[in-house]
C-alpha cells in the first residue's frame, strides 16, 4: 500500500489491486466486502454506496478516465467522538473502489485516527486473501 499526496494536498492510502490476487471479481464484491468489515467494526457506520461511475456519465460532459470500466464509493463513518465542530468536516469517510481492465484501485483518505487508519489498511489487505478473514 502507498502512501499519496492527491492533489498535492490530500495524505491519500492506495492499493493496487491485481484482478489474479483476490477472489472478487468486480467492484460489487469488493463494495460487499467493504460493507461487512464496516458492519462487523465497533465504532464504524454504513451510511451508503455512491455509484461514482453511473453518476459522472450521467452528467452532461461528465468525463471518465479511460481505462476506469467502474467506480464506487462506500461511505462509512468511523466518529468515536465529537471533540470540536470543526470534526465534522472530516466526516463522513469513504473507501474509493476503481476497476481497470487488469486491476481494482482501492483508495481513502488518512484519517487523523490511527484505529481507524489501522482498520482500512486491513480491509484492504484483506481483499488480497478470503475476505472474510479480512474483520
Known amino acids: ?24 471479481r468486480d467492484v460489487d464484491g469488493i463494495v460487499a466486502h467493504f460493507r461487512r468489515c464496516i458492519e462487523a467494526h465497533r465504532y464504524a457506520h454504513f451510511i ?14 461528465g468525463e471518465v478516465a479511460a481505462g476506469i470500466m467502474d467506480a464506487k464509493n ?8 465529537i471533540p470540536d465542530p470543526e470534526i465534522l468536516a ?7 473502489i476503481a476497476e481497470l481492465a487488469d486491476r481494482f484501485v ?4 488518512e484519517t487523523p485516527m490511527p484505529l481507524a487508519n489501522s482498520a482500512l489498511e ?14
Open 122 to 135: 486491513a480491509w484492504a489487505f484483506g481483499l488480497l486473501r478470503a475476505p472474510a478473514e479480512a474483520t
Open 48 to 61: 451508503a454506496v455512491f455509484d461514482h461511475f453511473a453518476h459522472t456519465r450521467s452528467i452532461d460532459k
Open 106 to 109: 482501492i483508495s481513502f483518505l
Open 74 to 81: 462506500v461511505v462509512f463513518c468511523f466518529g468515536m467522538s
Open 90 to 96: 472530516l466526516r463522513p469517510r469513504s473507501i474509493g
Open 1 to 24: 500500500m502507498e502512501q499519496r499526496l492527491v492533489f498535492a494536498r490530500y495524505p491519500t492510502f492506495v492499493l493496487e489491486v491485481p484482478k489474479g490476487e483476490t477472489v472478487l
